[in-house]
């Protein structure tokens, strides 16, 4: 295997096609969000990307049949136009190796004759949020404008410390080939999966690309979310409301 | 030396050869099998591999003469076809280690002209197991019919994670090259090695590749390795009788 | 994008161009004075390199527009001569990848016509210094008696364990291309910024230079700073007076 | 600066050389001992070796000039023979970089003519030894018996786990090369700096390669080793007693 190696399962003529990131990250924000791309809409395997950067591992799917470490890129029918999207369940495990990765990744949108793309992914807030918003990063101060009017918030010194990672390299790199990208980062705990979070930033994501797609899956698994989040914070109130008990006996 | 050199020691003709893998992992249950191969069966060794992936060491021998760190392949006669076994002390020190050695490991096989391969290891499940099961993952969904068929079981989500190092990497990379690997791992405790659990993996390959092997030096070992469980056992029940010893006569 | 990548603004001829380092360090003592001549004087950046060494991430201006990790170099317009001044946010994130980027700084010096350089920095003493001396190192003996003319002080063993990092390798690597190369650590605390600490490097540097800059900014900087020492300091004396008196109370 | 870059400063033809390999390890035994030949016999060095491999470093010497991390080779007239003598205050800083750069030392050895080599170090025993042996390791069996007759003790299992580092690799690569190199380890606590094992290292080799080195020098500092053990022990035993003292007075 090369380095970085590409595999072509599919070579179809994009519309005018937005590029789409959704690797792992905080919440899995970017992550849930493009898996839901690809559940709700009409999507077909183009490109798989293996590389020496990945975790040397196999994952095995519900019939025990293993699948070698990789990134994969997916057409998706958005009404007028197509999405690139990326997805996959690791990262680089290197710095440079972030580098190499981002590098073939858009050497593929281009490929393609991406021109705009959108790097999704998550901001630790520290602290559930019940109504997230969507924070933004451009590669052009030019876009600012237009991502406002759909309810981006650009908000000085955030994130703190910049982006990280592949989504912050696709700005970064992205701006350098000449193409324009932005991350949409959706206000998060950090502690949870959190599809609430997704569904904002694709609902940001629909209007600035505008094509439409169904939310219930994604509300279902909010509505879990919270749930599972209910009992966990009750079970603490009442571990805690017994340690003050304690502290009352024995004082 | 060669980022990665191989040594050539021989060049038989293998009969239908599978290649059987047995490098350091979970309670060394690969490792003990393949070793317990080369004890018992006719074998002459024919690649060695040295690599700066490799720790950078010499292992001694009781004669104080030294080795340098190196993987290890030997045709081993196993009746009506041959293995190519692979095995050896080390793994790789880096992610991307795994991958290239893995990858030569593979050349290596595909020399020999082998089209199907098992890779040996042990699945922890952090206590003592008194009769280990031998659980499965494939390449390709065909093999598992056959695999059940010499009790070999298959269970959604697990192992959980999948499987890292060279074994996982015999399945994904020997999957991208059309070879059909499985990986056969005993369960074992984790914590010990664990002969008990070598045999166990090992009874299963004979009847999937159809050859016969002795057990009794395995299970002279799994025997000693019981004896001195048990000791661990008595001496940290006598150590707990102790403690509640003492909080009775202080409370 | 190449492992190391240069990115040319602007090819002026610098007139006996001196190369001057700041990039991030203890206490920040280089980046400091470096972003003062920037501020202070008239310059042009020339050249912008990026690199896999660098941390995979973009930094966000106040409007949120993403910039790649990068260094810096720029033509500065320091009176009779040039200063070629190399700065930015990030250092390699491997010990080879220290090597291959000085290298890269070195080369391009080298373009411009350089033979003197200065890396500025700071060396921790880990208390405050209410006046700092600036200490030296050089490549070349004969460098030492010009230095110690303009108050830079050379103190056996002193930094201890040498000099780590672009500025130890500017000097190591420089001497070896048969560049004139000093190192100018002003003492600080090594707890906190020191814009004190950055002016003493600057007024030696001037001297050796011979070059005029104004140090208002940096000296209304340095005021601030003590304000906040001076804050902490009351702030911790008052905890240790209570503490004192909960140890009378209890005693 | 190449990756591994050699610089030349001497090419004299060598007698019969040995090489003798010094470099940083446990209780500096093989450091200190080849620094004492470089004392006590007339040397000149020939090659220094730079290498992003190193620490990204300089050293400073007595008068604050920089000097780039790097390994050094010297030929030092030991009667007879000529040994090329390997020493310098860094080793690799990755596990690849270890195979690397002895392959380079090695390549230089055979430049040399090199046929035999003795890397020196200690073994660490967790407690101070009042008369060290030295204990042997070789490439060839046949070499056991000249070493045994100068008193290199060759014990099963010892050192447990092999040898790390490019003492080992200096054993098995040069094997692989058809060099005999032998390591030659004085028995050390691991604590403290031993000029003593360093000493008697040196007696064995003084014996193998049949040359003569007067001890005056290592044998003070084997005194002012044995001082300051002396006055650490006795402030060890004080705070000891003033422990028991306390625990009567308040039991």
């Excluded at 997230?132 to 650009?154: I, K, N, W």
């Excluded at 209007?207 to 879990?224: C, K, P, T």
């Excluded at 599972?228 to 304690?246: A, C």
Aim: glycine letters at 10%; charged letters at 30%.
């Amino acid at each position: 295997m090369e380095d970085i190696e590409v595999e072509t399962l599919a070579d179809p003529d994009l519309r005018d096609p937005v590029l789409v990131e959704g690797l792992p990250g905080v919440g899995h924000v970017g992550k849930l969000a493009v898996e839901h791309l690809l559940e709700e809409l009409d999507s077909e395997p183009v490109r798989y990307i293996y590389a020496d950067e990945f975790p040397p591992q196999v994952t095995l799917n519900d019939d025990s049949v293993a699948q070698l470490a990789r990134a994969e890129f997916h057409a998706v029918d958005a009404g007028d136009r197509d999405l690139l999207v990326l997805t996959g369940d690791h990262q680089a495990q290197t710095n440079s190796g972030h580098y190499h990765l981002t590098d073939a990744f858009l050497d593929i949108a281009e490929e393609f004759g991406v021109e705009e793309g959108y790097a999704l992914g998550g901001v630790p807030t520290g602290e559930l949020v019940d109504e997230p918003s969507v924070l933004g990063a451009v590669t052009d101060e030019d876009d600012v404008e237009r991502l406002e009017a759909v309810d981006v918030e650009f908000r000085e010194d955030e994130p703190a410390g910049g982006i990280v990672g592949v989504s912050g390299l696709l700005l970064g790199l992205g701006e350098r080939r000449g193409l324009s990208v932005a991350c949409l980062m959706g206000e998060t705990s950090g502690y949870l999966v959190d599809p609430q979070s997704a569904q904002v930033v694709l609902e940001v994501l629909q209007d600035v690309i505008d094509f439409e797609v169904g939310f219930e899956s994604l509300e279902e698994r909010a509505e879990e979310m919270k749930e599972v989040v209910g009992k966990i914070q009750e079970m603490q109130s009442q571990q805690q409301g017994m340690n003050d008990d304690d502290l009352r006996y024995i004082g």
